[in-house]
């Protein structure tokens, strides 16, 4: 049985920038650092690679559009318009279209909020990453906490909707100070919050690092107490956790992600994007001259388009719904993919829950997610962040 993706379902749309004034040392995102960028140039490139997304999903409805990178605040506001005009001219809008921009908190970046809500945003996401001065070095920010508490405080005023990210688990971070921490940004009243363990990612420069024995994050005991005050804070602050890492006030969710996490169908476009529409699986060339090369000689930046298989979609499908505080509706999916088994001994020790049409992993599971997936599912093929 194939996965269930309906046509009904408001269609997503990612939009890659791929440019950064510097690279993170924990990021293994898409992003790169140029001194010029060809502003007119991308701006055509992006509405050409939209049009021919379009013209594969022609007569949907659209949901969302989310403004990746990189660092899309550093985005012309008028190519964020463009692009917003763009798919709206293509796709029915439904009421209510959720238009997020991923933005870094520094003062010149700010400066552009209130022409990036003129521009259509309505929803932004800021990288705060931290509360510390010391941990914000240490992560290779480019601001301060001075600076990026001024930049959080203009997004309120521009937007209607506010989320920004911490990391945690960071080296000789105990629990005290991150419930500090913590609580302080959960002062600042937004709707939602997303919160990441530190994590070692290959190819990075914490990588270099930590194979150097110059950089060690906590053990997996102190994480998981880490993580412990997180659910209990965010819980009590009326943000509970609605995905793995992220946490929201009812109705407040990230409907675009949740497109991802529910497996309906997403677009992407700009470098290194990836789209899933109809059972296919769509990948943009990554490199931004390689990208923008392409959508001049085809007319698109597409670097390869495979059909899922009901295997590779069903693994996906479960891979991004256990993702989730809901779980997975089983009656999408192809339960022969389950080991049935495994998810009796994991309901045992209270790691995973079934009902007759659903799938969940506990709040007690959710710190070893990854360990369970391997549990009850073939994970070949994850879905990737563009």
Known sequence: MNVARPDDAPLALYVHWPFCVSKCPYCDFNSHVRDVVDQD????????????????????????IFFGGGTPSLMPPATVAAVIAGACD?????????????????????????DLAAAGVNRVSLGLQALDDAALAFLGRAHGVDEGL???A?????????????????????????EAELARALAFGTEHLSLYQLTIEPGTRFATLAAKGELTIPDEDLAADLWD?????????????????????????????????????????????????????????????????????NG???????????????????????RLAEGVDL????????????????????LVARAPDRLRVTAAGMPVLEAILREIVLVESLVQRS
Not at 98 to 105: C, I
Not at 300 to 322: C, I, K, N, R, W
Not at 335 to 346: E, G, N, Q, T
């Open 41 to 64: 140039a991308w701006r055509k490139a992006l509405l050409a690679d939209l049009a021919h997304e379009a013209a594969m999903l022609p007569g949907r409805r659209l949901g969302s």
């Open 90 to 114: 293509h796709w029915l809008p439904v009421e209510g279209l959720e238009l997020t921009l991923e933005a870094n908190p520094s003062s010149v970046e700010a400066a552009r909020f209130a």
């Open 150 to 152: 001024a930049a959080l």
């Open 154 to 178: 203009t997004a309120q005023r521009h937007f209607a909707r506010v989320s920004f990210d911490l990391i945690y688990a960071r080296p000789g971070q105990g629990v005290a100070a991150w």
């Open 229 to 297: 005050a997180t659910q209990a804070a965010t819980v009590a602050a009326g943000l509970p956790l609605y995905e793995v890492s992220n946490h929201a006030r009812r109705g407040a969710e990230s409907r675009h992600n949740l497109a991802y996490w529910r497996y309906t169908d997403y677009a992407g476009i700009g470098p290194g994007a990836h789209g899933r529409r109809g059972g296919m699986a769509t990948l943009r060339h990554k490199k931004p001259e390689n990208w923008i090369g392409a959508v001049a000689r």
């Open 300 to 322: 698109h930046g597409m670097q390869g388009e495979t059909a899922l298989t009901p295997d590779e979609a069903t693994t996906e499908a479960l891979v991004m719904g256990l």
């Open 331 to 350: 009656r999408r999916i192809d339960v022969a993919r389950l080991d049935v088994s495994a998810i009796d001994r994991l309901a045992a020790q209270g």
